[in-house]
């Protein structure tokens, strides 16, 4: 029996035999992702939570590890299935995520300025929203076929529904998660098949409307023209740009070892979320950093060799949205450390402190891994069903 009807047959459940016939080269570089984070969470935040609770050290790390074993349900609950069964709940899953984003805009905790989560600060719509999109497009673009080089049939209403989750994240003010989102849902509708004209059009629209943004708040204007200072001589960035250098520079090519870096002990501000990377540089060094991009470059590798090797192109563009979005977010958040971009905000998947972004991300690497599970059981002889 096929590995089609095997899992038919149990309603979206995968065979016992079967589960464990995952990518192991990228079950090991996401699970390094995860414990580098776990560690670089506590070594940044116990000085942190001692002086905000009341002597208790381990505050942070215990929401975080809290987050991790949600998310490490989440992720068990999608091994367990066949990853077809996200395609029949996207748009439910999509609507979800567009009523988290909606009900924060009304009831969200106001935060440095902009409203980006719900109940007490504890869940963070907008990360939902990555993973929902990812799950959504793709099976709007996987469904359209060659007619998504037709304009009318393509480019525009993907536009619309792509500007419309953007757009109402960019309200709460959110640039950066806007972009990346805008970003990876681009990629998937080139890669889906559109024509390369479109593509291009669709680069010029979606740089206009960045430029208008940047004009828009003065918060992204000023991130802005502290960039470009940097560009001329870094140390005359802003404030967290210069202590993230200071940061890289502490930590050498060895780093000044575990727990002994001095950057979070405040001169980098939120350094256990947007600055993790370089508050784990200063541990670890050059090696340690190098350690992290090796271990993001596996997850390149496997995800699109994933990808690559789906059974359709559902389970492709699923496989090329989830890496995509992963490493798209690292590099973001890398490139502000060492001051490639303006400072964006934005978490480094697996290592930042963040339990809805931990959560989400634990989960969508479930995804990928159950689109390579699934590839991978379609090349093996498939298990005895009759009894």
């Excluded at 002597?55 to 942070?60: A, E, P, V």
């Excluded at 529904?161 to 509708?189: E, H, K, M, N, Y």
């Excluded at 192109?313 to 001051?339: H, P």
């Amino acid at each position: 029996m096929t590995t089609v009807n095997v899992i038919k047959k149990r309603g979206y459940r995968v065979h016992p035999k079967l589960m464990f016939h995952i990518d192991y080269w990228l079950l090991l570089a996401i699970a390094g992702l995860i414990l580098i984070g776990l560690f670089t969470v506590y070594s940044t935040t116990f000085d942190l939570s001692w002086w905000k609770y009341d002597g208790d050290t381990g505050y942070y790390i215990r929401r975080q590890l809290l987050a991790g074993l949600i998310g490490l349900g989440g992720f068990l609950a999608v091994i367990l299935l066949d990853y077809h069964i996200l395609r029949k709940f996207s748009i439910f899953i999509f609507a979800v995520a567009l009523i988290g984003l909606v009900a924060t805009l009304f009831v969200g905790e106001v935060a440095f300025g902009a409203k980006r989560t719900l109940l007490g600060g504890s869940v963070q719509p907008s990360e939902l929203a990555k993973l929902a999109t990812i799950i959504y497009t793709a099976h709007w673009l996987s469904s359209k076929g060659e007619r998504i080089k037709v304009a009318t049939y393509g480019l525009v209403p993907f536009s619309v529904i792509v500007g419309f989750v953007c757009g109402l994240i960019v309200r709460q003010p959110d640039i950066s998660t806007a972009v990346l989102i805008a970003l990876v849902s681009f990629t998937l509708f080139f890669i889906a098949g559109a024509d390369l004209k479109q593509f291009i059009l669709a680069i010029i629209l979606g740089g206009a409307v960045f430029i208008l943004l940047v004009f828009a708040f003065s918060h992204a204007q000023t991130r802005w023209e502290s960039f470009l200072l940097a560009l001329q001589n870094p140390m005359d960035g802003g404030y967290q740009v210069k202590q993230t250098l200071v940061a890289l520079a502490n930590g050498g090519l060895f780093g000044v070892g575990p727990g002994q870096g001095t950057q979070k002990f405040l001169p980098l501000p939120a350094g256990h979320t947007d600055g993790a990377y370089a508050l784990f540089a200063e541990e670890f060094g050059l090696v340690g950093a190098v350690a992290i991009l090796l271990l993001l470059a596996i997850l390149v590798w496997r995800g699109f060799k994933v990808a690559n090797q789906a059974r359709d192109g559902y389970g492709a563009l699923l496989a090329i949205g989830i890496t995509c979005w992963l490493v798209y977010q690292s590099l973001l958040n890398i490139a502000v450390i060492v001051a490639v971009v303006p400072v964006t905000g934005i978490a480094l998947p697996f290592i930042s402190y963040g339990g809805s972004a931990f959560v989400m991300s634990i989960i969508g690497a479930g995804v990928l891994l159950n689109v390579s599970r699934d590839s991978s059981i379609m090349k093996r002889p498939q298990p005895k069903t009759g009894s």
